[in-house]
């Protein structure tokens, strides 16, 4: 290993043998390499035509100094580290990234809006620095493939300054090799407009809004456009469409999107700056961040009413006359017209025994032919002249399988008579006992039984007759069941008993027989819910309250935590909520994020539960999640009645989370209106400073909110007051061309809000 400067030079003699490819980018191809003497993972960048070529060697290996070294002095986070060159074969030798480029994540893995957030400031974090160094760095090539992730998914940019590497003899050859290297979609319009190859640091702006929407949406832009395609759309002001961006994206993203919006504008100059776009970012992520109180996957479950797959499908086909089926043999080449003579044979009950060995599309018999019209006499036909009773279809149909779906009493008597097995199943492991029990047939259940059915019989998923039958109201047939000692705690596949199935569906009546059957109350199934978790999720008063009398435990926590109270509040069942806490639930009893029920009652808004749990004595300004209490989530979460409630209940305005967000930064920042007015009204400091320094006018300003900057403004706040950065809320809203509230934040404009809060005075009314 030589050195030149500061700057290692490596040999390919200093690494392994192993060079692993592992990417081809837009200066040359990526290998992972071990280092010998130090132990140490690196990847090296090679231009391919080098790797090959030594006769490029000294004249590249010059060049390719002159850049490293500028690189290496790069110190910063976000930015790839540079640990020297390699002069054998020519590249560059940098930190290795577990993670790889974000590209590859993009297209691989489906990501958390949080993540998304995290990765686009931290973007915004590297190009800060390099446009802040003297003279400016400018990347002109950022691209999610020159965006590289470490091991815990954060960011550090790669492939800047490079372009020295590539000599462009005109505008047009750039554009085509721009094309080649899958950067075109990033160049912006001013490119293809102007004679100039760069608009300077706005070029970089451009290229890292159309990353956002990448990053937004997973998804690769103007898909299926040749190069003069992308280059018409951009140069006309066409971008990305929104609509990609997925509907179900948190309340932040509406600001990520404008940010994204400013950052593609088609004229340079309108394009914000990475100081400014930092700001935003900084905000934005950590927004996204803040609780979202859902409980565990347990509850978000909703339980998908059990039926057999083909039910109703070969019966009603079975039971179609002639003129309307057609049954090809197997090797379909039965014609229709031997078909129809066939029919008419089976018909007139000139059954045979080469007629009975015949199977039809998917295995149909005759014999389930005539179990599914029905007709006694046929089937005595079939049987007499040697058809299997047991003869199953593809699906795994028997006669007595259809004729139980078909609620046919005599017929299942005269099959099970002629030895059909009562205990054969479907292939999907549903018995005759199963479909009975699926339809409510008592008479037919009891048949069954008495000829000796598997009571407990399990299908594919592990449910039993008695778990259909409850989960369908069927306490005839659950009472036939039991009467033959079916289990009431047996356990299908999920550990659900029959009894949290009853207690879903609301079956009061089948909750009464199952725990006068000894059915576990307090059995816990995956996530370790139980049957009072669920009649209180779902608002089932009279099961809730049977399972209390019947010794229910109130306080039971889940795999999360949530008690049975969690689960009304949540819900805004509040009649239940009353009786669990009448019946001793904890009102205070935190869940594995620390939220209480009034937590959960307040990010939902359901002020009836909010005034029940503090009339039980519920601590308002209890903290959870990131020290977060019930005001901050009915504030972020824009539930203006809750926050009136929980105010009115003597709720702390000014108590701060582990950000330094009160819930008056939150209102201003979700530009609720009426909350706003609520909290300044309960006495919310309009001048608490969060860890990035902004005030509530702050937010305001970024925003562009002028109907709650004049309310901030009107309680005299400290208006010069500045952020971590140096910025005032007047700064803030100019460098980010905030015209709507420049003049308010000036003095230019009037800045009384009475008619702003006799507006809205009606509305605060109804709070």
Same mark, same amino acid.
């Given at each position: ?26 200066f ?21 035509v ?43 030798v ?13 297209a691989s ?77 990033y ?74 919006q ?122 007499s ?26 017929m ?9 097995d ?21 008479r ?10 598997y ?13 259909l ?67 209180s ?42 009786? $669990?806490? &009448? /019946?001793?639930?904890? *009102? ?5 994020? @620390? #939220? %209480?029920? =009034? +937590? !959960? ?10 005034q ?32 009136s409630?929980?105010?009115?209940a ?28 609520? $909290?300044? &009204? /309960?006495?919310?400091? *309009?001048?608490?400073?969060?860890r990035? @320094? #902004? %005030?509530? =006018? +702050? !937010? ?41 509230v ?26």
């Open positions: 290993m030589a050195s030149f400067s500061t700057l290692n030079v490596f040999s390919k003699e200093d690494f392994e043998e192993n060079w692993t490819k592992i990417g081809t980018g837009s040359g191809q990526v290998f992972k390499v071990k280092h010998r003497l130090w132990r140490t993972i690196y990847a090296i960048k090679c231009c391919p080098i790797f090959y070529d030594s006769s490029f060697h000294r004249k590249s290996l010059q060049c390719l100094m002159e850049e490293a070294e500028k690189m290496e002095k790069i110190k910063f986070q976000h930015v790839v580290p540079i640990y020297g060159i390699c002069d054998s074969p020519e590249g560059i940098m930190e290795y990234m577990d993670n790889g480029s974000l590209e590859k994540q993009l893995q489906q990501m958390s809006w949080s993540l998304k957030f995290q990765l686009i400031h931290e973007i915004a974090l590297g190009m800060n620095f390099l446009h802040s160094m003297k003279p400016p760095l400018l990347h002109l090539d950022l691209k999610p493939g020159n965006i590289l992730l470490d091991e815990h998914f954060h960011v550090k940019i790669s492939d800047f300054g490079l372009s020295k590497w590539m000599d462009h003899s005109s505008k047009m050859d750039y554009i085509e090799k721009s094309a080649i290297r899958g950067t075109l979609s160049i912006p319009p001013e490119i293809f407009l102007q004679n100039s190859r760069t608009s300077g640091s706005k070029h970089d702006i451009y290229s890292f809004g159309i990353v956002v929407w990448e990053i937004l949406t997973q998804k690769k832009p103007y898909p299926g456009a040749n190069m003069m395609g992308v280059i018409v759309k951009v140069a006309a002001g066409k971008r990305p469409p929104l609509e990609e961006i997925p509907e179900n994206r948190p309340q932040e993203c509406e600001q990520m999107i404008n940010l994204m400013r950052c593609w504008e088609q004229i340079p100059g309108q394009r914000p700056c990475f100081a400014d776009i930092t700001i935003e970012t900084d905000m934005l992520m950590s927004l996204v961040k803040f609780p979202i109180v859902a409980p565990c996957s347990s509850d978000k479950e909703t339980l998908i009413r059990k039926a057999s797959n083909k039910s109703t499908t070969s019966s009603s086909r079975l039971s179609q006359n002639n003129e309307h089926c057609s049954f090809p043999s197997d090797n379909s080449e039965t014609c229709e017209s031997e078909t129809n003579f066939l029919f008419h044979l089976i018909q007139n009950n000139r059954i045979t025994s080469e007629h009975v060995s015949m199977t039809f599309e998917n295995r149909y018999t005759i014999l389930h032919f005539a179990v599914g019209r029905g007709d006694l006499e046929m089937v005595r036909s079939a049987l002249n040697g058809a299997d009773v047991n003869a199953q279809t593809v699906s795994g149909y028997t006669p007595l399988i259809i004729s139980v779906q078909k609620r046919a009493l005599d299942c008597a005269f099959l099970i008579e002629k030895h059909a009562v205990n054969l199943p479907d292939e999907d492991r549903w018995s005759p006992l199963h479909f009975a029990a699926q339809n409510g047939d008592d037919i259940t009891r048949l069954l039984l008495d000829h000796h059915a009571v407990n019989a399990v299908e594919h998923d592990d449910w039993t007759p008695l778990h039958a409850c989960q369908n109201g069927f306490e005839n047939v659950a009472r036939v069941l039991i009467l033959h000692h079916a289990d009431p705690n047996i356990q299908e596949k999920e550990k659900k008993n029959p009894l949290h199935i009853a207690a879903y569906y609301g079956h009061f009546s089948l909750v009464k027989l199952l725990i006068n059957q000894r059915a576990n109350v307090n059995a816990k199934q995956n996530g370790w819910r139980t049957p009072l978790h669920i009649a999720e779902k608002g089932h008063y009279r099961v809730v309250q049977h399972l209390i009398k019947s010794g229910a435990v109130v306080n039971s926590q889940d795999n999360c935590q949530y008690s049975s109270l969690h689960m009304a509040g949540l819900k805004g069942n509040n009649l239940i909520c009353k009786y $669990l806490i &009448q /019946h001793g639930a904890n *009102v205070d009893l935190k869940t594995v994020q @620390g #939220w %209480t029920p =009034l +937590h !959960l009652a307040s990010y939902k808004g359901h002020v009836d539960v909010i029940t749990l503090k009339n039980s004595l519920a601590k308002l300004d209890i903290r959870g999640d990131m020290e977060w209490t019930p005001l901050h989530l009915a504030t972020r979460y824009g539930q203006d009645a809750a926050v409630q929980l105010l009115k003597g709720a702390e305005p000014n108590v701060v989370e582990a950000s330094g967000w009160t819930p008056l930064h939150l209102a201003v920042q979700l530009g609720s209106f009426l909350s706003v007015i609520q $909290l300044i &009204q /309960h006495k919310a400091d *309009v001048n608490a400073r969060n990035f @320094g #902004w %005030t509530p =006018l +702050h !937010l305001a300003a970024l925003n562009g909110n002028g109907t709650i900057v004049k309310i901030l403004l009107k309680e005299n706040p400290e208006i010069n007051s500045q952020d971590a950065h140096g910025y005032t809320p007047l700064q803030i809203a100019i460098r980010n061309k905030k015209d709507s420049i003049g308010l934040l000036d003095g230019t404009e009037s800045t009384r809000a009475s008619s702003s809060f006799s507006a809205v005075a009606p509305e605060m009314d109804k709070l």
